[in-house]
């Protein structure tokens, strides 16, 4: 059973261009959370997602960002004409069912560099 | 918003040593969480803990909950070199969001 999937481990981009992160979450779960770590900090969270609908963005910025977790796909965690505070890694978290309480499972990340 | 307050930010012990890392809040959590975190990688649970003043132990760690669910400690017995490592404790707030503290990176030197 495959862990939390997401990809690219590392990305890229020039300030003003598009990042897209990807999330598969583990088989047979159907809540996705994505949660952004600046450099020695800890988790900030983002946004939680079930399948088709958004349930809490109140951690996502206002603008330039946005999330969806399509019926069929991963997860995508889109940032438009990104600029060099987005520099972070950005984890992806997966659970069976709607609470935290009981088990998460986060992926390895994606660390993002704007240049 | 709930903070949660770790500390130390930093410790750097010799191995064979004890230590214990804290987790405080002034807010009540459902449960509260413990992760480690290796560089380049995911959190990953260690433990969960719900009701307060438990206590739940593996291996060589010790992971308390508070009586009033608002703060937790991990305790480490004889630290090793392979417990090198960021720790992150994590309170659920409600059941569908983590707030996590800063993490406190631990150094085991040989």
């Known amino acids: 059973n495959a862990g939390v999937m997401q990809n690219p481990r590392h990305l890229v981009r020039r300030r003003g261009q598009e990042a897209r992160l990807r999330c598969s979450p583990m088989k047979g779960h159907s809540h996705v959370y994505w949660y952004r770590q600046l450099p020695e900090e800890g988790l900030k969270f983002m946004v939680y997602?079930?399948?088709?609908?958004?349930?809490?963005e109140s951690g996502m910025p206002k603008e330039r960002f946005s999330a969806e977790f399509p019926k069929e796909g991963p997860s995508i965690l889109r940032i438009q004409q990104v600029v060099r505070g987005d520099s972070a890694a950005y984890f992806c978290?997966?659970?069976?069912?709607?609470?935290?309480?009981?088990?998460?499972?986060f992926g390895q990340g994606t660390r993002l560099t704007v240049v | 918003t709930q903070l949660l307050e770790q500390s130390p930010q930093f410790l750097s012990i010799q191995e064979g040593e004890n230590l214990t890392v804290y987790c405080n809040s002034s807010s009540v959590f459902s449960s509260l969480q413990w992760y480690r975190q290796e560089p380049g990688e995911g959190p990953v649970l260690l433990v969960t803990v719900v009701t307060g003043g438990e206590v739940k132990k593996l291996k060589r760690l010790t992971f308390q909950f508070g009586d009033a669910r608002k703060d937790s400690s991990l305790h480490i017995t004889a630290a090793q070199p392979g417990d090198t490592g960021l720790y992150l404790c994590?309170?659920?707030?409600?059941?569908?969001?983590?707030?996590f503290g800063q993490g406190t990176r631990l150094t085991i030197n040989p």
């Open positions: 994590a309170g659920a707030q409600g059941a569908q969001k983590l707030v």
């Open positions: 978290a997966s659970s069976p069912g709607g609470d935290l309480n009981t088990e998460a499972f």
């Open positions: 997602l079930q399948k088709e609908n958004i349930i809490d």
